[in-house]
């Protein structure tokens, strides 16, 4: 076998140009306690727990918010409906009595009689045109007929019983 053999150069070491100072003095090494290690896991498992129940409460607390606000919201807007309906009732009504059969049948039950030429009065002058009687047979109010007899009542919201078309239908 052959050896071979690794050359080795010798170590260079820096030359020292200024020597060190004797009076430098050294640190002094001081011995220090060991680190504590650990804890208990008590404290931080406790933190995680409060954070949880806490978060669970205030989504309980959240969830009953919005069902009372939804029960609320539907009461209210039961609430609306009705008053549409009843809105919608006396607008029928105020319709139904402001027709001319229905005013006239207040009119007559208020004493009021049909005039036949009625009377105008000139705003300029302040002098009345015309005379205004009432008409032949309505001077006295207990002559009259009952409003029931003398107007029929009005069919304006009823269902007609027959339809008669517009005349222009199957002929």
Do not use: W
Not at 81 to 110: D, F, H, I, V, W
């Amino acid at each position: 076998m052959a050896s071979t053999t690794a050359v080795r150069a010798a170590a260079v070491r820096p030359a020292r140009t200024a020597p060190r100072p004797a009076s430098a003095p050294r640190p002094r090494l001081t011995i220090l306690s060991r680190p504590r290690t650990a804890g208990s896991p008590l404290p931080f498992t406790a933190l995680c727990t409060l954070i949880v129940v806490a978060t669970l409460a205030t989504l309980l607390y959240l969830n009953i918010q919005m069902s009372d606000t939804s029960y609320e919201i539907t009461r209210l807007q039961s609430q609306s409906q009705s008053l549409t309906q009843e809105k919608q009732a006396l607008a029928e009504t105020n319709e139904r009595l402001g027709t001319p059969q229905e005013l006239e049948r207040q009119a007559r039950e208020l004493g009021m009689v049909p005039v036949s030429e009625p009377a105008y009065i000139d705003l300029s002058t302040g002098k009345v045109l015309g005379e205004s009687t009432p008409t032949a047979g309505d001077a006295a109010v207990a002559d009259t007929p009952s409003a029931s007899s003398a107007v029929p009542p009005a069919e304006i919201y009823d269902q007609p019983s027959s339809y008669h078309g517009m005349g222009n239908e199957g002929d």
